[in-house]
C-alpha cells in the first residue's frame, strides 16, 4: 500500500478495540497507520467498560460463592464498595498508556484530538489538515441520555464506576446489560436499588423464562422492580432525588442512573458532508465494513449491525479490516458464533440460535437441562441453574443458552461444538480435564 500524496495509508478515528487490534499488526507490516484519539486511548472497554465493570463485580461473584457455601465456611464476606474501586484503578489505570506504547512502538502515529472530515480524503484535527488514502471510522458509542426536564441531576454509567462513596438508595432507569449488571454490583455491595422500566421486560434479546428467574433472583435480594413506568422528568429535593414516571408516580434514591442504552458517535465527524450514510443505529457499511463511500470503512460499535455490539465482535471486525487493507482477504467479513454474557448473579449467557427461534423451526430441537442434575455443580453447594440446547435433526449443536453462577464458562466451552459445526463423533473425541465445568458443561452433549 503506497502513500500516494496522502499523509497515511489507513487513518483510524477512535482507538478502541475496533481499531487497535487490527491497527498494530497493520503498522508492523509496513503500512503508514495514523489514530485519532479525543479521550482515553483504548476506548471504552478497558476504561469504563468490560475492564472496569469485572473488577468492581468479582468481589460480589466470591461473595455469592462463599454464600452458597455457608456451612463450609464461615463467615459471611463484609464487601468494601471504597477499596474496591481503588483496585479497580490499579487495574486499569495503566491500559491507556500501555495500549498508546504499545500502539507508537510499532509505528503507528497516535494524534490526540477531535477528526473531522472536510472532504472525503482529509480530516481536521486541532486545525491542522490531515489526509488519508483509507479511513476507519471506529468511534464507539457513548451513554444514551434522558432529554427530560431535570436531566443534568443524572448519572451514566462511567460516574457510577468511578464513585467513592455508594449511595444508600440508588434508582437504575432501564433494565439492559448496564442496569441489571450495576443493580447486581450495587445491591451485592449495600445499596436499596430500584429499577425503572419502561416496559415489562428486562434484557430483552436473552431467553426471557431465564430473565425472569434473574429477576427474581435480585428481587429476594431487595432490588425492587418497577414495570411499565414512562420516566417524565427529575427533580432534586432537600433530602434526596426524584424520578417523577406514569405521571403520578415518584421514586425517591440519592443517587440516579441513566442506563436506556448507548448511542453511535457518528455526530461532528462530518459525515452529511461527504456522503457516509448512518442512522440511528449506526454507520452503514457492506459485507466488507465499507460506507456508501468505498475508501471509508466502519469498525466496532460504531456499526450498524445485527452481530451483538461486543469488544470480540469490534476485536474480529478490526483483525478481518488488517487482512482487507493488507490483501491477506478479498472475501466479505464472515462473521463467527459470538457469545454475550450478562455479569448478574446468577449470570446469563447464550450464543447461536435461541429458544424463541428455534420454536419457530421445525428442523430444530431444544433439550433442558437442570445444572444440578451433574453432580459437579454441587461441589460449590449450587442451588440453582438451567441451561437449553438447539440442535439440527443431525444433533449438530447451534445454540446455547444458561443461567447459572457459571454460565459464561459453560457457553465458551460450548462455543466450538457450535462455530465448527461438530458432529456427534467429533463431540465425543474431545475430552475435558476432569473434574471442571467445561467436562460437566461438555457432557451434556
Not at 479521550?39 to 466470591?62: D, F, H, Q, S, W
Not at 460504531?302 to 452481530?307: E, S
Not at 455443580?377 to 442451588?383: A, I, L
Request: net charge negative.
Amino acid at each position: 500500500m503506497s502513500t500516494n500524496s496522502y499523509d497515511y495509508d489507513v487513518l483510524y478515528l477512535g482507538s478502541g478495540h475496533g481499531t487497535f487490534d487490527g491497527a498494530i499488526p497493520l503498522a508492523a507490516q509496513g503500512v503508514k497507520v495514523a489514530v485519532v484519539e479525543s479521550g482515553l486511548v483504548g476506548g471504552t472497554c478497558p476504561n469504563r467498560g468490560c475492564n472496569a465493570k469485572i473488577t468492581l463485580e468479582a468481589p460480589v461473584a466470591l461473595a455469592n460463592q462463599v454464600s452458597d457455601m455457608q456451612g463450609l465456611v464461615s463467615p459471611i464476606l463484609d464487601l468494601n464498595w471504597q477499596n474496591t474501586i481503588a483496585h479497580k484503578h490499579e487495574v486499569i489505570d495503566a491500559l491507556p498508556e500501555f495500549i498508546a506504547n504499545l500502539m507508537q512502538d510499532n509505528g503507528i502515529t497516535l494524534i490526540k484530538g477531535r477528526g473531522h472530515f472536510i472532504d472525503s480524503h482529509t480530516i481536521i484535527v486541532n486545525g491542522k489538515k490531515i489526509s488519508a488514502e483509507k479511513f476507519v471510522i471506529a468511534t464507539g458509542m457513548h451513554p444514551h441520555q434522558l432529554d427530560l426536564p431535570g436531566r443534568q441531576i443524572v448519572n451514566d454509567s462511567s460516574a457510577f464506576m468511578n464513585l467513592k462513596k455508594l449511595p444508600k438508595r440508588i434508582a437504575i432507569i432501564g433494565a439492559g446489560y448496564i442496569g441489571m449488571e450495576f443493580a447486581s454490583i450495587a445491591s451485592a455491595f449495600g445499596s436499596q436499588v430500584t429499577v425503572v422500566l419502561r416496559a415489562d421486560k428486562a434484557l430483552r434479546k436473552f431467553h426471557q423464562p431465564f430473565v425472569e428467574k434473574i429477576i427474581a433472583k435480585l428481587s429476594q435480594a431487595g432490588v425492587i422492580f418497577i414495570k411499565n413506568a414512562t420516566v417524565n422528568s427529575f427533580s432534586d429535593d432537600f433530602d434526596s432525588k426524584t424520578i417523577h414516571y406514569n405521571d403520578t408516580e415518584k421514586v425517591k434514591a440519592d443517587w440516579i442512573l441513566d442506563a436506556t442504552g448507548r448511542t453511535p458517535n457518528t455526530t461532528s465527524l462530518g459525515l452529511e458532508g461527504i456522503g457516509v450514510d448512518y442512522d440511528k443505529d449506526g454507520v452503514i457499511v457492506n459485507d466488507y465494513l465499507q460506507t456508501t463511500v468505498p475508501h471509508i470503512y466502519a469498525s466496532g460499535d460504531v456499526l450498524k449491525k445485527t452481530q451483538p455490539k461486543l469488544t470480540p465482535t469490534a476485536i474480529f471486525e478490526s483483525l478481518y479490516l488488517m487482512k482487507t487493507f493488507t490483501g491477506a482477504t478479498s472475501q466479505p467479513i464472515d462473521y463467527p458464533a459470538i457469545p454475550s454474557t450478562v455479569f448478574t448473579i446468577p449470570r446469563i449467557a447464550k450464543v447461536g440460535v435461541t429458544p424463541e427461534e428455534a420454536a419457530k423451526n421445525d428442523s430444530l430441537t431444544v433439550s433442558t437441562n437442570n445444572i444440578l442434575d451433574n453432580w459437579y455443580r454441587h461441589v460449590e453447594k449450587e442451588t440453582f441453574g438451567e441451561n437449553k440446547l438447539v440442535y439440527t435433526k443431525s444433533h449438530q449443536l447451534v445454540g446455547a443458552t444458561e443461567i447459572s453462577n457459571h454460565a459464561e464458562d459453560v457457553i465458551n466451552t460450548l462455543l466450538p461444538a457450535i462455530e465448527l459445526k461438530l458432529t456427534p463423533e467429533q463431540i465425543s473425541r474431545i475430552v475435558h480435564i476432569f473434574p471442571t465445568i467445561g467436562s460437566a458443561a461438555w457432557e451434556n452433549l
